[in-house]
T-cell receptor
Framework: RKEVEQDPGPFNVPEGATVAFNCTYS??????FFWYRQDCRKEPKLLMS???SGNEDGRFTAQLNRASQYISLLIRDSKLSDSATYLC????????????FGAGTRLAVHP | DVKVTQSSRYLVKRTGEKVFLECVQD?????MFWYRQDPGLGLRLIYF???????EKGDIPEGYSVSREKKERFSLILESASTNQTSMYLC??????????FGDGTRLSIL
């Protein structure tokens, strides 16, 4: 079983739609959680950290469920520019020194 | 703004060659990382370094070595390149306790 699992997609949604991605992780001792965004043939870029209480950044909301060991990302009012692969990332014990990446979920927003 | 620079965007080498991939960061970060990214597998950590001349094996160190003689530079070395090392290689850096920032990536082909 992979340490971090994501549905690869693709999720094909129209502009303006709300879309949600889930991610599960296997190590219950994981400490920190992130969502990264990766455009085609580009490097991953930090989208947002995920906090236990949940956090929001504009149209993006991230939530963490430690009991069920999953993380979610909700995107409201999708834009064409949101089309990308979204990587779920979990930091193992010791903090940021070792990140475990999911394989990513591909989102395609169409007009 | 954080800048992580990888020496080449595209590189083609032959089986058996010794290959050097260079990464430089300009933010005085303690931690530097080398990953490879393959379709369906996500990013996998090869090696990381938390200080000059210090290195730690990641999840897939076989066939690779690293060098960190200066804080800003972290080199990945393929001792004797093989076709299964054809991949996208990503360098990242971070200060302690902070998320990682990635370079543009090097798409390496071994023929």
């Amino acid at each position: 079983r992979k340490e971090v699992e994501q549905d690869p997609g693709p999720f094909n949604v129209p502009e303006g739609a709300t879309v949600a991605f889930n991610c599960t992780y296997s190590n219950s001792a994981s400490q920190s959680f992130f969502w990264y965004r990766q455009d085609c043939r580009k490097e991953p870029k930090l989208l947002m950290s995920v906090y236990s209480s949940g956090n929001e950044d504009g149209r993006f909301t991230a939530q963490l469920n430690r009991a069920s060991q999953y993380i979610s990302l909700l995107i409201r009012d999708s834009k064409l520019s949101d089309s990308a692969t979204y990587l779920c990332v979990v930091a193992s014990l010791g903090g940021y020194n070792k990140l475990i990446f999911g394989a990513g979920t591909r989102l395609a927003v169409h007009p | 703004d954080v800048k992580v620079t990888q020496s080449s965007r595209y590189l083609v080498k032959r089986t058996g060659e010794k290959v050097f991939l260079e990464c430089v960061q300009d933010m005085d970060h303690e931690n530097m990382f080398w990953y490879r990214q393959d379709p369906g597998l996500g990013l996998r950590l090869i090696y990381f370094s938390y200080d000059v001349k210090m290195k730690e094996k990641g999840d897939i160190p076989e066939g690779y070595s690293v060098s960190r003689e200066k804080k800003e530079r972290f080199s990945l070395i393929l001792e004797s390149a093989s076709t299964n090392q054809t991949s996208m290689y990503l360098c990242a850096s971070s200060p302690s306790g902070e998320p990682q920032h990635f370079g543009d990536g090097t798409r390496l082909s071994i023929l």
